[in-house]
């Protein structure tokens, strides 16, 4: 619907359909608010901030193993679950940039992407995000640093066996899945 209004208002010249988009775009910016918990003043404000066309969130995630198969997982301060290290790629980033920032920013570790395992997306609503999001996975081999938890995104560090993981953030497990049998191939030489 933002999307819709947005370029609506870019292109609409006759009065009424500009009044029309300026509808849709106050009953999204309602809607941003009431799932962010933010006031509708500062929507429209971060709305007006965002020129362009509005496209899917685009996210890296980096999986690391250790020699027993366990991948490096998070705790996330957010909500309180595990996932992969993983961030919003910056503007003028690159997707393997957006991961090794990421781990080095989260756990300590200096990073080097060794493989992209895929490309997944995420419709927009799931788990209550109004955003759809793509998510760039890569296999990162740690190739220094020392594992230290960044406090504001991460409560707790972990190598874990995707098996015993209960409570995933959001497709998180969907990804790890992924770089585990990616890994697997990586490992046997396949």
């Known amino acids: 619907m933002r999307s819709i209004a947005q370029t609506g208002l870019h292109y609409a010249t006759d009065p009424f359909d500009r009044d029309r ?45 250790d020699d027993r198969d366990r991948i ?11 996932g992969l290290v993983a961030g919003w790629v910056d503007a003028n980033e690159t997707p393997a940039r957006t991961v090794v920032r990421e781990v ?44 230290r938890a960044q406090p504001h995104e991460v409560r707790e560090i972990a190598w874990r066996s995707i098996d015993d993981v209960d409570d995933w953030h959001h497709h998180h497990e969907t990804l790890a899945r992924a770089a585990l049998e990616a890994h697997w191939r990586r490992t046997v030489g396949g």
């Open 21 to 65: 988009y300026e509808q849709l775009l106050a009953l999204a910016s309602r809607e941003y608010a009431d799932r962010a918990g933010l006031d509708v003043v500062e929507v429209r404000a971060r709305f007006a901030a965002d020129l362009g066309y509005v496209t899917a969130k685009v996210g890296a995630d980096a999986a690391l193993f």
């Open 104 to 147: 080095a920013e989260e756990v300590g570790l200096v990073a080097r992407v060794s493989q992209l395992v895929g490309v997944f997306a995420r419709e927009a609503g799931t788990h209550g995000s109004p955003h759809s999001v793509v998510s760039v996975l890569y296999l990162c081999d740690a190739i220094g640093g020392e594992i």
């Open 72 to 82: 490096l997982l998070v705790r996330r301060v957010d909500d309180n679950c595990w």
